[in-house]
């Protein structure tokens, strides 16, 4: 028996070895960003691990910077996420419970139709949306928002399989007791839902922080860097001069860790969610 | 029980409709909703009638101009000057622009196809009025045929917007760019461009761009399977660590690793290319802990290919195993104990368990988005583009590096300086077609298919 303990014991404490070995090689890299963060630098190139020289510089820099107006970019994002987050949540959820809760002619066409169309790699239409909204002269920040909303009815399956998931007896019952099918959306649908309201929210909240494709070419026709968003932003900083060593990389850096923070906090919280969404669709197999 | 006595109208042709019924009826095969009208449900009548009013004049306006103008993409193809010989003038005529004609053309074939939706629903509504009347029931009133809205066609009332955001930024932007595939818009021809059917397609397969189009595809293929595979098998094996007895913090241990995916990959990707770099700190580490005696290029312009594409499905698993760990989580959470137990009980040692039981039955349930993933690595932009924006470059390939997939290349090709639009079009196409494929044979071998 006591070998048996010991020969557990042992493999509990090769197990922690590994897991904590893994853990290091995960977080290093973002340790090491974040200390790039305070490194002091002037060449545009962070080449060791440890920085040889700690400073504030780089987050004063990056708000006080002339060439890059960080601030703006931030609110920029702020509005547009703000925005985007209550109408593709609206959005995403209506078109989520509709397809799952509601039978009509038009329902397994629509899921074929929008299979079809996610298999498209979605750059193919950048140049078409490109030109849709130079037509209608919205290469700004609102039409940004469009194409964030506008793809938002194609982003139902998270919370298509969440809605699955709840009995339709409920809604029958309600039904028999004479409500209307709105009154089950409004009074039953939506408050059991609230765990996915939250999940679809917070998703379209963190996308425009990180989307830096449509928006680079969205935006950067203006030229105008008081109205780009903190995703195009940061990337066009590193990328407009050659390569990926400019002057200001160091405050790229610090920039990044500003806008990674609240988004690593809002993930951690989301994290739970996420996972439901995902294996709700899985789990029937 | 109040059994609900199923009601069943006997059904009506439109030919029956149309001998029988009174005016407005007939008079609502040419002017919509004017059957509605009657029935004084004027906000349909009048929804339907305004539309068709606005639909006509627009057509005979605007309408017309504009879907014959697509057959040719415009008239004028090159800048030239001519001799106008009312004025006796020289007039420079700049080329048409056959990027909008072709946009606005798709658009109107859109409002047209929606027209004929609409004049069908008018019909149908048509028919159903004429069918109550005939039967001498109760024609809904305007009122409840609004309310309606929020009962029976609940539907239809939450769908509009929704609908109207994918016409205009997913079905129209798809349909331009695919009509595109089959027009010589490239560097030759940045404006006017015209109608070349399979012209694109040529050059692509087995023209000028097929040297590099096979090899891309390969490494595409190459990558798509690897980076699945790595990022599934991996997250698994790292999820039943974490799951296993005695660990102690499950969920801290899982938040370490899923941090990772909370940093925007544009910015923990542009600093993995920095730590990878010939002069990075990873060089800078190995270098000072003598493990190598020079630096090595891992992704760069002067990167071995094999270095550089092994370097980016590693750098993948990164970023990707976390999130295959977080759903197996949830699986192995939920696995049935016991057939473990039973095998345990019959001497099974950890990785026979491991091979016979648990994995399979976690592979089972998650095949669906393992095909998903599939899908999504051979779309797999960010990792490449960030990483290694396609380098080492390759001097064999057209516009492409050697670790390039796909749709990187087709972004070079068309910001780039290759600038030929129609082959990226062309790809767009072709890696559908591929991901059509994939997902049609995977899901009819698995379950989920035969449930749904």
Same mark, same amino acid.
């Given at each position: 028996?006591? @070998?048996?303990?010991?020969?557990?014991?042992?493999?509990?404490?090769?197990?922690?070895?590994?897991?904590?070995?893994?853990?290091?090689? =995960?977080?290093?890299?973002?340790? =090491?960003?974040?200390?790039? @963060? +305070?490194?002091?630098?002037?060449?545009?190139?962070?080449?060791? +691990? =440890?920085?040889?020289?700690?400073? !504030?510089?780089n987050y004063v820099g990056i708000f006080t910077n002339p060439q890059y107006p960080f601030g703006n970019w931030i609110i920029n994002t702020l509005i547009v996420s703000l925005l985007s987050m209550v109408i593709s949540t609206f959005l995403t959820i209506s078109v989520a419970y509709v397809l799952s809760r509601l039978r009509f002619k038009f329902r397994k066409p629509f899921l074929q139709i929008a299979l079809v169309l996610g298999m498209f790699p979605g750059f193919m @239409?950048?140049?078409?949306?490109?030109?849709?909204?130079?037509?209608?002269?919205?290469?700004?920040? +609102?039409?940004?928002? !469009?194409?964030?909303?506008?793809?938002?009815?194609?982003?139902?399956?998270?919370?298509?399989?969440?809605f699955d998931t709840i009995p339709r007896s409920i809604d029958e019952a309600a039904e028999i007791d004479g409500a209307t099918k709105w009154q089950v959306f409004l009074h039953i649908g939506l408050p059991l839902s609230k765990p996915m309201i939250v999940y679809t929210a917070l998703t379209a909240f963190i996308a425009p922080w990180t989307d830096f494709i449509f928006s680079g070419i969205i935006l950067s026709t203006s030229g105008n860097a008081k109205t780009y968003t903190v995703a195009y932003g940061l990337y066009n900083m590193v990328h407009t001069a050659k390569g990926n060593a400019t002057a200001y990389f160091a405050q790229f850096v610090a920039g990044c860790v500003i806008i990674a923070i609240p988004i690593?906090?809002?993930?951690?919280?989301?994290?739970? +969610?996420?996972?439901?969404?995902?294996?709700?669709?899985a789990d029937k197999g | 029980?109040? /059994?609900?006595?199923?009601?069943?109208?006997?059904?009506?042709?439109?030919?029956?409709?149309?001998?029988?019924?009174?005016?407005?009826t007939k008079l609502s095969f040419f002017i919509m909703g004017s059957n509605a009208l009657a029935n004084k449900q004027w906000v349909k009548g009048l929804a339907l009638l305004i539309s068709e009013i606005v639909f006509i004049v627009w057509f005979i306006f605007s309408g017309i101009s504009t879907l014959g103008? /697509?057959?040719?993409?415009?008239?004028?193809?090159?800048?030239?000057?001519?001799?106008?010989?009312?004025?006796?003038?020289?007039?420079t005529k700049q080329p048409s622009n056959s990027v909008l004609i072709l946009l606005f053309g798709v658009l109107a074939i859109i409002l047209c196809i929606a027209m004929i939706y609409l004049y069908i629903v008018n019909l149908r509504s048509t028919r159903h009025n004429y069918i109550l009347k005939r039967d001498g029931e109760h024609i809904p009133t305007n009122v409840q045929e609004l309310k309606s809205l929020l009962d029976t066609r609940l539907h239809a009332t939450l769908m509009v917007i929704p609908l109207l955001g994918i016409l205009f930024f997913t079905v129209l932007p798809t349909v331009f760019m695919i009509s595109m595939a089959f027009t010589n818009y490239?560097?030759?021809?940045?404006?006017?461009?015209?109608?070349?059917?399979?012209?694109?397609?040529?050059?692509?397969?087995?023209?000028? /761009?097929?040297?590099?189009? %096979?090899?891309?595809?390969?490494?595409?293929?190459?990558?798509?399977v690897a980076a699945t595979a790595t990022t599934f098998f991996f997250g698994v094996l790292l999820a039943m660590l974490i799951e296993s007895k005695g660990i102690k913090y499950k969920a801290f241990w899982r938040t370490v690793f899923v941090i990772i995916w909370a940093v925007p990959q544009f910015v923990s990707l542009l600093m993995m290319a920095q730590f990878l770099d010939y002069q990075g700190a990873l060089n800078n580490i190995l270098m000072n802990l003598h493990w190598i005696s020079s630096p090595i290029h891992f992704i760069d312009n002067q990167a071995s290919p094999l270095v550089a594409r092994i370097t980016v499905i590693l750098v993948n698993m990164w970023i990707g195993i976390p999130v295959s760990m977080l759903v197996s989580t949830a699986i192995i959470q939920n696995l049935p104990e016991d057939q473990i137990e039973a095998a345990k009980i019959d001497g099974a040692n950890a990785v026979q368990i491991f091979r016979s039981i648990t994995f399979p039955q976690i592979l089972f349930v998650m095949a669906p988005s393992l095909i998903q993933q599939f899908i999504g690595n051979i779309n797999n932009f960010n990792?490449?583009?960030? /990483?290694?924006?396609?380098?080492?470059?390759?001097?064999?390939?057209?516009?492409?590096?050697?670790?390039?997939?796909?749709?990187?290349?087709?972004?070079?090709?068309? %910001?780039?300086q290759e600038q030929r639009y129609n082959a990226s079009a062309v790809l767009g196409i072709l890696i559908f077609i591929i991901s059509a494929v994939v997902s049609l044979i995977a899901y009819r071998h698995t379950n989920a298919y035969k449930e749904g």
């Open positions: 028996m006591k @070998s048996y303990s010991n020969q557990r014991r042992l493999s509990l404490i090769f197990r922690y070895i590994l897991l904590a070995l893994l853990a290091i090689i =995960w977080i290093l890299p973002i340790v =090491w960003i974040v200390l790039a @963060s +305070f490194s002091y630098n002037d060449t545009g190139f962070v080449s060791t +691990f =440890w920085p040889e020289q700690f400073t !504030l510089q @239409s950048m140049i078409a949306l490109y030109y849709i909204l130079k037509g209608l002269n919205m290469l700004n920040l +609102f039409g940004l928002l !469009l194409v964030y909303v506008g793809g938002a009815g194609l982003g139902f399956y998270v919370a298509k399989g969440f690593t906090i809002l993930f951690v919280f989301m994290q739970k +969610f996420y996972v439901n969404g995902i294996t709700a669709g | 029980m109040f /059994l609900k006595k199923k009601h069943v109208a006997p059904k009506a042709t439109y030919r029956e409709v149309w001998s029988k019924g009174d005016i407005a103008i /697509l057959a040719t993409l415009g008239p004028i193809k090159s800048k030239k000057v001519v001799y106008d010989a009312a004025q006796g003038v020289y007039i490239d560097r030759q021809h940045p404006i006017a461009f015209s109608w070349t059917g399979f012209q694109a397609f040529g050059n692509v397969l087995s023209g000028d /761009l097929a040297g590099t189009f %096979f090899p891309v595809l390969g490494w595409t293929l190459i990558w798509a990792v490449i583009f960030l /990483l290694t924006g396609g380098a080492p470059m390759n001097s064999k390939y057209n516009g492409a590096g050697s670790t390039d997939l796909l749709v990187t290349w087709l972004y070079n090709l068309t %910001f780039g």
